[in-house]
Nanobody, 121 residues
């Protein structure tokens, strides 16, 4: 199996910063795209940022210029640096990874359990 464990969430004031981490563990041959999603109460889950294994990135318009996604392939870990946080960034943030567990298997999507980010004064 594959486990994704997020950390780094919490309460922060508007304009503040947080850094989320997500570490993948278990039976892993290769990890392709890793991404962060978020879900606010009463709203659908939405993609925040994604990063390919080679490092190319994609951001939702509402976080461009404020959030930065990065990854450490040696540690099977993805990060989300969140700056200039706004109250509307309040949500549960989920890690997603496309993981190939063996050389002959196909890649599958896995999700973390989520970490709460609250932006409030």
């Amino acid at each position: 199996q594959v486990q994704l464990v997020e950390s780094g969430g919490g309460l922060v004031q508007p304009g503040g910063s947080l850094r989320l981490s997500c570490a993948a563990s278990g039976t892993i041959f290769s990890i392709y795209t890793m991404a962060w999603y978020r879900q606010a109460p009463g709203k659908q889950r939405q993609m925040v940022a994604a990063i390919a294994r080679g490092g190319s990135t994609n951001y939702a318009d509402f976080v461009k210029g404020r959030f930065t996604i990065s990854r450490d392939n040696a540690k099977n870990t993805v990060y989300l640096q969140m700056n200039s946080l706004k109250p509307e960034d309040t949500a549960v943030y989920y890690c997603n990874a496309n993981v190939q567990r063996s050389p002959v298997g196909r890649a599958e999507n896995y999700w973390g359990q989520g970490t709460q980010v609250t932006v409030s004064s």
